[in-house]
């Protein structure tokens, strides 16, 4: 299992930016899907975006679509979500996690990744 750690997380305010980052103690570009995934209070835990093993397939929440973009960096061994126009509702704790199952794809569903971080508030207020 990986070890996962988010960071970037902070107060912003509406239609503002932030860049999250989930560093990892090692991967490769063939090793493991990243997803990030968010969670408001009271409120099921959702998938924001994820990316593929290999790096060449992208998927992104129909809220966030147009907003924010995911990638990264291998050799730094860091996924990154950046998220412009920030809007309230994607107020939440963001984690970031990796499936390391074989998949053209990356998952949306939080139940298929193994390997989660601790996770980072974003708070989007005026």
């Known amino acids: 299992q990986l070890q996962l750690v988010e960071s970037g997380g902070g107060l912003v305010q509406p239609g503002g930016s932030l860049r999250l980052s989930c560093a990892a103690s090692?991967?490769?570009?063939?090793?493991?899907?990243i997803g990030w995934f968010r969670q408001a209070p009271g409120k099921e835990r959702e998938g924001v975006s994820c990316?593929?093993?290999?790096?060449?397939?992208?998927k992104y929440a129909d809220s966030v679509k147009g907003r924010f973009t995911i990638f990264r960096d291998v050799a730094k061994r860091t996924v990154f979500l950046q998220m412009n126009s920030l809007k309230p509702e994607d107020t939440a704790v963001y984690y970031c996690?990796?499936?390391?199952?074989?998949?053209?794809?990356?998952?949306?569903?939080?139940?298929?990744?193994?390997?989660w971080g601790q996770g980072t508030q974003v708070t989007v207020s005026s």
């Open positions: 996690a990796a499936d390391p199952a074989v998949q053209v794809a990356c998952m949306m569903r939080p139940l298929v990744y193994d390997s």
């Open positions: 090692r991967f490769t570009l063939d090793d493991y899907a």
């Open positions: 990316i593929s093993r290999s790096g060449g397939r992208t």
